[in-house]
């Protein structure tokens, strides 16, 4: 109490005080008058900027690897693609072949047994014409 006490009494003593000291004076007896003057420190630890320049590179680093990666798959996946277009050309062209050689097979049979070869009479060879 008497701590508490003392500047009250310097203010009373003191009539000639300036508006800093007062200011000063009033800052040191807040303190006094039901308030904790225990200040409170964060015990937090913070990173270095060495320790966040090293955290931005590696960052960096990974970030790099990931888009090689995709890269990588997406040219894999084109290397796919074009082959199997090359074989599906490949596959086109057969069919079409297969397709002209049926017809022409199909067509000898139908030829041989339709209406009108049937109805065709054979001719024998006559004998030769000479000049």
């Known amino acids: 109490m008497a701590s508490g006490l003392a500047p009250t009494l310097m203010r009373a003593k003191n009539k000639n005080m ?3 000291s007062s200011v000063a004076m009033n800052r040191r ?9 225990v200040s409170f420190v964060s015990n937090a ?4 900027p060495v320790s966040n320049t090293i955290i931005l590179i590696v960052l960096a680093c990974l ?4 888009y090689l990666t995709q890269v990588t798959k997406t040219n894999s996946y084109g290397y ?3 082959s199997l277009k090359e074989q599906q050309s490949q ?23 339709s209406d009108v070869a049937n109805s065709l009479v054979s001719v024998a060879p006559s004998g030769s014409i000479s000049q």
């Open 63 to 66: 970030i790099g690897l990931l």
């Open 91 to 113: 596959l086109q062209d057969q069919k079409a072949n297969l397709e002209v050689t049926a017809a022409r097979l199909q067509s000898l049979n139908r030829v041989a047994s």
């Open 29 to 37: 007896s807040s303190y006094r008058k039901n308030q904790n003057s």
């Open 18 to 20: 300036t508006y800093s």
């Open 45 to 48: 630890k913070t990173l270095g």
């Open 80 to 82: 796919t693609i074009n």
